[in-house]
């Protein structure tokens, strides 16, 4: 019979695959990307770019945790700062700033 998906054991993520993400979040919060306004929470410096690299690294772990589940181990930092970066942009765009001045291009063109 096949084996129970739930059956494992334990699932191991490494310290980078939750540090890097983080730092993107942050990063975000931070600089504040076109002068993104902040969002009225209160205690928390968070922003559209913010909220979005947070909702994309949530994407990429549930991909992420999908894809184990099947039982194919895949590496889990690609689809992590996939998420991120991918959330990330599409909140700065949200936030009404220019894709130029989110990816830190706008200087240099």
């Not at 129970?4 to 540090?19: S, T």
């Not at 991918?86 to 130029?100: F, W």
Request: charged share 10%; hydrophobic share 60%.
């Amino acid at each position: 019979p096949p084996e129970d998906p739930f059956a494992r054991d334990a699932f191991f993520i490494g310290l980078g695959d939750a540090v890097i993400p983080t730092i993107l979040v942050a990063s975000a919060a931070f600089f504040r990307p076109g002068d993104a306004a902040l969002l009225d929470v209160p205690g928390i410096a968070l922003t559209l770019p913010a909220l979005g690299a947070m909702a994309g690294t949530l994407v990429g772990l549930l991909v992420l945790m999908w894809m184990v589940m099947k039982g194919r181990a895949h590496a889990g930092l690609p689809l992590l700062n996939g998420g991120a970066i991918a959330g990330y942009l599409v909140g700065a765009l949200l936030a009404g700033v220019a894709l130029l001045d989110a990816l830190g291009l706008g200087p240099y063109l």
